[in-house]
């Protein structure tokens, strides 16, 4: 085979995690096309790795990789990327995985396209699909300069069937020692959140409820239900109105509820993977044209200043309070 997929495991603490599985059926889907080998590279310091389904397994171990680092891991993608010589290299679009994936590409020389939610194949051609001003298009990519570095959404392809035939294993001892990274020092505060996930009613604040001060409309609209909880997008928990434990999203919290209430929510793909599964979802954001409207049950085109007042008032009329 001339066509090489490399994909990058994402793991912890040397364990594969399921998403590296999402990455076999993108590989997979795309190998089909092409013809392509697949080799599945796993970074870390694990001395003995069983085989993984669907492909060849190359471990890179190093003293160096037992903790992640961009700069690790980027020297880990170059050796396995020197071995193999792929012409597409796959990564989760996770927080590590769009960390490093773009500066693999350009030290190859190649090109990348971050946050793809799928794959079209027409005209003897491949097309790689994502999302774009703030989930207001979607677009579709062609394949740039080779390797293309790609780094694929969590959940937008079903995991790849682990009952296939396992592949070969073998490892490469290296000696990978980051020299431009700080020794850092990792403390894990506490993420639980149980008002959060065992809440029927969500409300959930974004970038567009324009600053921290608002954020006492969000739980005056809270409090009008029973079993509610209040919760953020992304940019809200990065500017520091709320906890992180309260982030709703691709790297926060997936959510259920039988309600949930989107504030100033532009509505990007990350977000919408965090809360998608939930019975009822009302937008309330002011610009026609916010991609959350398409995820929605029921749109509301409303300063949400001018709006949740109003929603206030009326729950208190006719519910005392409570609806």
């Known amino acids: 085979m001339d066509h090489s997929i490399m994909i990058i495991c994402e793991q912890s603490e040397g364990r594969i995690l399921p998403v ?20 599945a590279v796993l970074p870390g310091n694990t001395p003995d790795t069983d085989a993984i389904s669907g492909a060849d397994l190359l471990v890179i171990n190093s003293p160096g990789l037992a903790e992640y680092t961009a700069e690790g891991w980027e020297k880990a993608a170059l050796l396995a990327a020197g071995e193999l010589k792929p012409n597409i290299i796959i990564i989760a679009h996770t ?12 030290l190859l020389d190649g090109s990348c396209i971050t946050s793809v939610s799928g794959i079209e194949l027409s005209d003897g051609s ?3 699909r994502r999302s774009g001003f703030h989930g207001k298009l979607d677009m579709l990519y062609k394949e740039g300069k080779q390797p293309l570095v ?14 296939a035939a396992p592949g070969m294993v073998r490892y490469m ?13 990792f403390s894990i505060s506490d993420q639980s959140n149980t008002e959060l ?17 608002n954020l006492e409309l969000i739980r005056e609209m809270a409090a009008c239900f029973n079993r509610s909880a209040i919760a953020g997008s992304r940019v809200a928990c990065d500017n520091g109105w709320l906890e992180y434990n309260a982030q709703v999203g691709l790297t926060g919290k997936k959510v259920s509820p039988q309600l949930y209430v989107a504030c100033g929510i532009s509505g990007s793909m990350q977000h919408i993977a965090g809360m998608k599964d939930s ?17 929605s049950d029921i749109c509301i085109i409303e300063d949400l200043e001018k709006f949740i007042p109003a929603f ?6 006719h519910h005392e309070g409570r609806v």
């Open 312 to 317: 206030i008032r009326e729950a208190e009329k």
């Open 197 to 213: 996930e065992h809440a029927e009613v969500v409300i959930a604040a974004g970038k567009g409820i324009g600053k921290a001060e």
């Open 95 to 106: 927080s590590t995985g769009y960390d490093y994936a773009p500066r693999v590409a350009a």
């Open 150 to 163: 790609i780094t694929v959404l969590p959940g937008a392809f079903p995991a790849y069937d682990q009952q």
């Open 126 to 128: 491949i097309r790689y």
């Open 20 to 39: 590296t599985y999402e990455l076999l059926a993108c590989a997979a889907r795309i190998g089909g096309f092409y013809n392509s080998s697949i080799t």
């Open 279 to 295: 019975k009822t979802v009302v937008s309330i954001n002011r610009d026609p044209d916010a991609a959350i409207f398409k995820n």
């Open 173 to 185: 001892n290296a000696d990978i020692q980051p020299v431009h990274t700080s020794n850092v020092h």
